[in-house]
């Protein structure tokens, strides 16, 4: 079995990486990653932002923790669990039991959670620090998981904050193991454990006014949670004491990934009662799609316990099923029980969807027998000279109208010699009602312009000296037009409209020679090649003008820099700079890049690449703004 931890940094944005764009779907995202339990740290969705392809896949359970304070998409934890290998017994979220539904029974509940004079917190505090969604915890039966998203210290207050929840999590271990539960702590903990897990441990410290690196708080309590009195071991650094550069983040602002700049903040730490279950553990840094790298660890499939013999991995895991029994439901805090997704709320696709056709009330006849169906002829067969009256607007009943319209004689018109004529009544004309016009239609080009031409409209009748009847009935004669003068071959005093040809109905003829020979004549060799000989010396001009700058090179190796564009919201929000092309290295931070750095490193070239003229003041306004009142 393979547990593994991810910080993805926005589980929306794989499908955006390569090789996740290739899959599609976030089951096959977990798949590829290969754990059978896997965790995942930083989803920065909301509950409402949650796909279906998330909450439902074919062969995991899973389980999501969503940031409570605002609607914003922010942190947020989520654990996987592939269905043949792992059912947890039991889920839920939170360090604390704030967060549990109040209808949860003892027997469902987990167990552990710190009591207010443990941690020396009121029961509000302890709820805002499971609000942000950083905890995801289920039970196995062989273990307790505590999938971790701990908070980051930007400043004093979110130190304060840290170290609270650092507090929260220290307890709850304790209580599971005082319990005689196995605990693993795993995920993304905001926290260097020693000096090998950072590139520069020195000047970090020095620049936090610290003696020693771990003199940090949060340092100082990672590292008695793991050290030989603590309740858990560091199962990477147990792999690999000694290992340098074992990093899993990275600053990709300053693209430090390429030289392995970083630091060593994702962890899997387990209680010591699982250390002979353990088989191997390792980061794995070539996997990209996020600033951080997964850290995975390896199950042997079955040990030998003194007293018990062979004992299989799989018999722990799932210590209730028997063999042959199905794979059993997952608990109620899995998100296929989610209401939008089991079914019991309505979808919006719901409401729109066909629905039944309303069956006519049945009517009988005086016998008691109900009448039969007549036949209906569909009106959206039929052609488009139909005579068939619309339907009548009156509220005159349908068997009336019939007896009214076979009593109606035919009306007869008496001609010249008296005698009587059936007159035919015209069919009513076909009305093609005007749709809503499609977009394209307000973009259409401009008609060109056209010479003094004649138009001739096509006759859509056999002969053009038929006789036509106007709207008074009265019969009119209408003059035979010439024939069109023939037009054996295409040529330049003839032209037709662009388009399919059995639509035009206009054709233009010139009639002006003067304009005809005009058309016709063509340019001169000579005078096609002066032609392009000009459009190439101006398309080479412009060119020129909208080539794109070439970079500057850098000051510290003469190469080639790299240009970037400034994100942080201010004054200078969407600017490009470039900066040295080479990876950061040692002693980047210090800024005296051409003294301290390797040469192989950046140096510290900085250019903008616009320069911005600014009105007076306007940056002084700019940066009282941003001063605190």
Known sequence: MRIVTWNVNGIKTLLQYHPWNKKKTYEGIIEDLGGDITCIQETKITRAQMEKGMAIMENYDSFFSFYRKTVRGIHGTAIFTKRDVVVPVKAEEGIGSALLPATLTEKERIGGYPLSSEVDLDYGKMKELDAEGRTTIIDTGMFVLINLYCPNETNDQRLVFKNEFNSMVDRRVRNLIREGREVIVLGDLNICASDLDTAEPSQRAQNQGLEQFTDHPPRKWLKEFTGPDGPMVDTTRAQFPDRKGMFTCWNTKIDARPSNYGTRLDYILVTR???????????????????????????????????RGTVYLKNELNPQRKPGDAIPEPPAFACKFYDEYSGKQKTLASFF????????????????????????????????????????SSKEPATEKVKKSQSQEPETKKNGKGKAKEVEKPAPPVVKKKGQQSLNSFFLPPPEPEPTTKKRKKSSTPSSSTTTVDSKKKKKKVTPEPPPRPSPSPSPSTYEQPGNDEDD??????????????????????????????????????????????????????????????????????????????????????????????????????????KVLRPAGMVENMNSKKSPK
Not at 279 to 306: E, T
């Open 273 to 307: 009662g699982l250390l002979p279950w353990i088989k191997s553990a390792d980061i794995q840094r070539d996997i990209v799609g996020s600033d951080h790298c997964p850290v995975f660890l390896d199950f042997h499939d079955s040990i030998k316990v003194p007293g």
């Open 505 to 610: 109905d206009d054709m233009i003829i010139m009639d002006d020679p003067t304009a005809s020979a005009t058309l016709s004549s063509q340019p001169s060799t000579s005078q096609a090649q002066a032609v392009a000989e000009v459009n190439a010396q101006a398309a080479s001009v412009w060119q020129n003008v909208f080539a794109p700058k070439a970079a500057p090179l850098c000051q510290g190796h003469q190469e080639p820099t790299k240009m970037w564009t400034v994100n942080k919201p201010g004054i200078n929000k969407g600017r490009k700079f470039y900066l040295c092309a080479r990876p950061v290295g040692p002693g980047y931070d210090k800024g005296q890049a051409k003294i301290n750095v390797n040469p192989e490193y950046r140096c510290d070239h900085f250019e903008w690449a616009t």
């Open 353 to 392: 969807g066909r629905g039944a056709m309303p069956k006519a009330p049945a009517s009988s006849t005086s016998n008691g027998a109900s009448p039969s169906p007549q036949p209906v002829a569909s009106t959206s067969k039929l052609p488009p000279s139909s005579s068939v009256p619309p339907p009548s």
